[in-house]
């Protein structure tokens, strides 16, 4: 599966801004999907995953209440909604896809296909 993330920009602190991953290839709905971010300095860090049929979806702390992850099967394409942003939450957005249903997706080396990220920058 080939995946490209879009949708990241300059915002400013409590603004909303929503990304999204297009995925060509194989079947989209076979994968469990998952956002992850790096900021400048620091590792590449889980953000939220969602299982193939949106049955269930996971958020790091940091996020929750704030971010949702969502899909659209028929589409091939995969959200992250984001609102209430921080200037904390600047970072490059990766979209990962894998075809293991184990655990939650919380690491990236779980994932073997990236985007190529989005950059995300807020402002204060």
């Known amino acids: 599966v080939q995946l490209q993330a879009s949708g990241g920009g300059l915002v400013q602190a409590g603004d909303s801004l929503r990304l999204s991953c297009a995925a060509s290839g194989r079947t989209f709905s076979t994968y469990h999907m998952a956002w992850f971010r790096q900021a400048p300095g620091k590792e590449r860090e889980f953000v939220a995953s969602?299982?193939?049929?949106?049955?269930?979806?996971y958020y790091a702390d940091s996020v929750m209440g704030r971010f949702t992850i969502s899909r659209d099967n028929p589409k091939n394409t995969m959200y992250l909604q984001m609102s209430s942003l921080k200037p904390e939450d600047t970072a490059v957005y990766y979209c990962?896809?894998?075809?293991?249903?184990w655990g939650e997706g919380r690491m990236w080396n779980e994932y073997g296909y990236w985007g190529q990220g989005t950059l995300v920058t807020v402002s204060s």
């Open positions: 969602i299982t193939r049929a949106a049955s269930s979806a």
């Open positions: 990962g896809a894998r075809l293991s249903a």
